[in-house]
Each structure stands twice: as C-alpha cells, then as structure tokens.
C-alpha cells in the first residue's frame, strides 16, 4: 500500500474527497488491508464504526483516513471526526454504501472506518511494576481468541499483552473486531521465545505458565510479591517445554465434566480475574 494519504496536499477542515468507484486506487490501498503483508508494509489497519474511531482518536492514536458513507454526513460527531482526522494531517473520504461495504466486506457495513498507524510496545520498554499484570501468549493462531484476551486484559486491568513466536495479528479486521476497541487501549508487544526468556530474566517478573498438568492450583499463587506474567499456551499444542521450563510456577485450573481443556480465551480470562481478584484484596488492605 501506499503511504500517498499523507500526501494529498494541505487539507482545508472540511475538506472532502467523495468516492464512488471501487477502482479507485485509494479504496484499493484501503481493501488491501485485508491482508497482513499490506498491512506490514503500510503500517497501518483498519477499524470500523465510530465509537472505535472515536476511542482511536481519544487515545491519541494518529488516523491517516477517515471513511463514512454518504448516509452519515451531517451527523456531528462524524464531522467532528472528519475536522480531527484533516487537522491531524489525513484524508477524509465520502463514499457510498457499496465502496464502504465492500472495504468492510458487510453487507450491513458500519457507516465509518478509519485507518490508523499500527503501534506496537516495544518489549525492551516493558518494566512490570508491584500489582501489575501482563498476559503472555504463546502462538496465539486465533484471530477471535486474541480480540477476545485483549477486550479481557482490558476489562481486568492488566497492563498489556505479549505475543510470543508467530502469532495472528492483533491487527487484522477480526482481531480488531473481537477486542471491541481495547486493542486501542491496551499495549500490546511481540517478541520470538529467546527474546522473551531473556527480558523475563531482567525484568523482575513472576511467570506464572497455565499448563493442563500444572502443578498449581491457579488460586493459590501469590500474585501479589512480583508483577506477574501469566503465560498461556498455543490453542493446538499448548505451551511448549522451553517456555514452560522457564516459568516460576505452572499453575492448572482444576476442571470436573469430560472437556479436555478450555479455550484458550476463557482461561485467559480466569487466570486474569483470579490475579485481579488478588490484587483488589491488596488494595482493600491499605
Ligand atoms: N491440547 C492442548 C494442550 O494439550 O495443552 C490444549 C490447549 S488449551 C486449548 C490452550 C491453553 O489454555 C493451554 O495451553 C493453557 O495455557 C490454557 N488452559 C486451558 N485449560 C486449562 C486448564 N484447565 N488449566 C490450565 N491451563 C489451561
């Protein structure tokens, strides 16, 4: 894809470019986002509807194009957006129900989208303080599960997300979707096993690995001496014994009935609320 957006000339507020065509070569660049190469190459994404542009933009992430359909011209906070996203330097395009679901892929599309810069956490830059949690994911392959851990750390208060090895992207349209728009509010980073093993050694963390023949009943960590890194393992496989020997405690949640497991996004999320859980008593405590 391009990087043309930024360089349509100066943008008037209220400036407006109104598409029509699907060949138009920008709407091309825009539905290459589909695919993770264009979106690598770009570094950008795509997120649909106007509460998550509207978070985006609150949170200080930079838009490079704003897209609404015909239908939404007029409503303020549609314009607002536009004035922002012109203001910030990007291009604003109005076009119609048939370019914007076919950008989408919806056949009831949301009336706007908008293209943001990728950010990534650099891992070196992660320092967990006392009562902070990280969740680790190793080769996370589902693009819902990973939407899902995400809007999950989100909700419980975790300080982000690391992904290990070749993982889904957090940025593909489903990804995006399923976090509900914490994949705006939560950092998340990536980095290969080696490079996790050896930032854990420094970082003054507790690994906490969730395995199916933990030794550990998962509510009897203590998640409150060190910042905690909970570690969960890969949909298919589970976690693999170099991570796994790495970890300080490999801790199972106990389970009746005949499943073999649970899905990896529901353990994420009761391993996450067990850490919060522990860490709100803390407070209490004060
Ligand atoms: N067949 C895989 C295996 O043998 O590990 C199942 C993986 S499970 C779907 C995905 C991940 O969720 C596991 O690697 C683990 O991190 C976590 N998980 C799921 N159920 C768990 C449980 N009862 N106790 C601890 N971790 C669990």
């Known amino acids: 894809m391009s990087h043309e957006h930024r360089g349509h000339g100066p943008h008037k507020v209220g400036h407006v470019k109104e598409v029509t065509s699907l060949a138009n070569p920008i709407i091309k660049d825009i539905k290459a986002l589909t695919n993770k190469k264009s979106r690598e190459e770009s570094g950008t ?20 194009t704003l897209v609404y359909a015909k239908a939404a011209k007029g409503k303020p906070l549609v314009e607002q957006m536009a004035a ?8 604003v395009l109005e076009v119609s129900e048939k370019v914007i679901s076919s950008i989408t892929r919806r056949d009831n599309p949301q009336m706007v989208v908008g293209i943001f810069e990728s950010r990534w956490k650099p891992l070196r830059e992660i320092h967990p303080k006392q009562g ?8 996370v392959r589902d693009p819902g599960n990973l939407g899902t851990i995400i809007r999950t750390a989100d909700a419980a208060g975790a300080s982000g997300v690391i992904l290990v090895g070749e993982t889904t992207d957090p940025f593909s349209l489903e990804t995006v979707r399923a976090t509900m728009g914490s994949v705006f509010a939560v950092p998340v980073a990536r980095a290969t096993p080696e490079e996790f093993i050896s930032w854990k050694k420094h970082a003054g963390v507790s690994v906490v690995a969730t395995h199916l023949t933990g030794s ?11 910042p905690v890194v909970i570690l969960m393992g890969n949909e298919q496989s589970g976690l693999p014994e170099h991570l796994a020997k790495e970890a300080d405690a490999l801790a199972r949640i106990p389970q009746q009935g005949r499943a073999d497991s649970l899905n990896l996004a529901v353990a994420s999320a009761v391993m996450l609320f067990e850490a919060r859980r522990h860490l709100l008593s803390l407070d209490e405590a004060k």
């Open 132 to 139: 902070e949690t990280w969740i680790a994911l190793d080769r």
């Open 84 to 91: 922002r996203t012109v203001a910030s330097g990007g291009l």
């Open 216 to 226: 550990v009943d998962y509510r009897t960590i203590d998640y409150k001496k060190r």
């Open 45 to 64: 994404f795509m997120a649909e509807g106007l509460k998550l542009v509207i978070d985006a933009i609150e949170l200080g992430w930079t838009i490079r």
